[in-house]
């Protein structure tokens, strides 16, 4: 009987096992290019460019950072990485992903771990930050929703949880090419990953 292959070749050369992923074989211009190139809400955005979810992840990190000013540096690369596992499997829309269920849940939950430990952060993010930086990811799709998704406010209040407008002041989607997305996400880590 032919084995199943669970593994994706990365463009850096590494091989990466969807099933057991290990720490080593995970490197973050692989994440920021599979980001770069996953497009969030299948694709159903305004805009010349698809809205990609490393667009999205410097998003939630800064509105991490406005919800928790005395963070960590730390914390705010949990929050940058916090879909990083979509980088191989890919993101799905929430009434996809219930679904799907648990075979879903349980490969972003592998390769979320491996991926911590890579950059030097717990396998597991304490609950209080995983909370706010949840948050975090929650605003960030209500501002996806309403400025390029096509969701009245209403719908994103429902959704999403209503936020007051002042709060979100200057929080813009600004759809930008690929590239340029995975160049400003590495650059993001860099400037995180050196403060500690």
């Known amino acids: 009987m032919k084995t199943q292959r669970a ?6 050369g590494r091989r990466l096992d969807l099933l057991d992923p290990t720490p080593v074989d995970i490197e973050i211009e692989d994440i920021a290019h599979g980001l770069a190139f996953v497009a969030r809400w299948n694709g159903q955005t305004k805009g010349d460019f698809s809205y990609c979810v490393a667009e999205h992840s410097l998003l939630v990190e800064r509105i991490f950072h406005m919800l928790e000013p005395d963070t960590t540096s730390k914390w705010l690369l949990a929050a940058l990485l916090h879909d990083a596992p979509e980088y191989v499997i890919g993101d799905m829309i929430s009434p996809v992903k219930a679904t799907v269920g648990e075979g879903y849940e349980t490969l972003d939950d592998r390769l ?4 911590h430990i890579r ?3 717990p396998a597991k993010i304490p609950l209080k930050v995983k909370r706010q930086i949840k948050k975090a990811d929650k605003i960030s799709a209500w501002l996806e929703a309403t ?3 096509g969701f009245t406010r209403n719908e994103a209040d429902k959704f999403f949880g209503k936020y007051d407008p002042k709060f979100l002041n200057g929080f813009t989607i600004d759809l930008r090419p690929p590239l340029e997305v995975r160049k400003a996400y590495i650059n993001r880590y860099h400037s995180l990953s050196k403060a500690f």
């Open 147 to 149: 400025q390029i998704a």
């Open 7 to 12: 593994w994706q070749r990365m463009l850096s």
């Open 119 to 121: 950059f030097g952060l």
């Open 112 to 115: 979320s771990r491996a991926i």
